[in-house]
């Protein structure tokens, strides 16, 4: 009965995951779960019409894939083609959320482009089985398909093959 019983949370487990070349399961996060830094609803449909990037970050591992962020800038992306969002996984760290919300806040007012979402509950961890306590990236192509991921920090060559998938993809 355990193997059955295991088998099937597995299962469960895959059916949800991110998987490339897939249009993720939706997934809302607002109220007591998070939202935007406005507070309104993050909403995984938004996720269309653009090339996107997300990072999904624990922000005790935020300088992992800096180098990433760095490329990114640099290459100036026409933002009516392009769109990037950081979610904070709130919940991966011991800061308090006070304070991280209020560093997000100052950041969306810097980066007025990118979109900042808090997420306190592991929403994306438990939905789309993204890794905790790491910095995931994840790319979408203009139809809300999955054409990249990544947990953990990114080498120089992985930097050279995401600007090229997010330039192929405008």
């Known amino acids: ?21 897939k249009v993720p399961v939706s997934v809302s996060i ?4 998070g939202g935007k830094t406005d507070g309104n609803a993050w909403k995984s449909s938004s996720l269309k019409g653009k090339v996107h990037i997300v990072f999904y970050v624990d922000p005790d591992k935020k300088e992992l894939n800096e180098g990433l962020s760095k490329s990114l800038k640099k290459r100036h992306f026409d933002r009516s083609k392009y769109g990037s969002v950081a979610i904070v996984n709130l919940a991966a760290t011991w800061m308090p959320n006070t304070l991280i919300e209020s560093k997000l806040k100052s950041k969306q007012k810097e980066f007025p482009d990118t979109t900042y979402v808090k997420d306190k ?6 939905k789309w089985s993204l890794a905790d306590d790491n910095s ?5 192509d203009k139809s809300g398909t ?25």
């Open 121 to 126: 509950k592991k929403v994306l961890v438990k």
């Open 136 to 140: 995931d990236i994840l790319i979408f």
């Open 30 to 33: 607002s109220g007591e779960n």
């Open 146 to 170: 999955l054409i990249y991921k990544k947990f953990g920090k990114l080498s120089k060559n992985e930097i050279a093959k995401v600007l090229a998938l997010i330039e192929k993809n405008l």
């Open 1 to 21: 009965m355990k193997k059955v019983f295991l088998s099937v949370l597995l299962l469960t487990g895959s059916i949800m995951a991110v998987e490339v070349g």
